[in-house]
């Protein structure tokens, strides 16, 4: 999951050593698991018995949480992305480019982002609807 091999922080950190209830807020942010609670809890119980090393040993963990429907495909997908996610810390980075995309702009400038799935937009959205705050604000009281 990590695309930086250099970089410390890996999976199995995430899963071994986050506290529940990070673990939790992770899976919900960044996975937008429903059953993210859940999920984080079984874990950690799973994880003071033995710590988790595989990937198959995580979904099948997963597995016994999330209700299986052949419609949304694996249950652990999402906690999988989620993960990704963490690890490769891949939203900051989009929104530093949104930020300066923005600050590179000429008067009555557009920017046009396409985004591949829902946490992608919401963090691009409110990006830059922080940074129309700010430039409002900062022409409002100068």
Do not use: W
Not at 87 to 104: G, M, Q, R, W, Y
């Amino acid at each position: 999951m990590r695309m930086d091999r250099t970089q410390s922080l890996t999976a199995e950190d995430v899963i071994n050593n986050y506290k529940e209830e990070t673990l939790a807020n992770v899976i919900y942010e960044y996975g937008e698991e429903r059953f993210s609670r859940q999920i984080a809890k079984k874990i950690c119980e799973e994880r003071e018995k033995k710590r988790i090393t595989t990937t198959l040993e995580l979904a099948e963990i997963i597995k016994q949480v999330v209700p299986t429907n052949n419609k949304t495909g694996h249950p652990a997908k999402r906690t999988f992305q989620a993960i990704r996610i963490e690890v490769n810390d891949e939203i900051k980075p989009l929104e530093n480019t949104v930020k300066e995309a923005i600050s590179c702009l000429n008067k009555n400038g557009r920017l046009c982002i396409i985004t591949f799935h829902s946490l992608e937009d919401r963090a691009v959205k409110k990006t830059y609807q922080d940074s129309v705050r700010k430039m409002y604000m900062s022409k409002r009281f100068s």
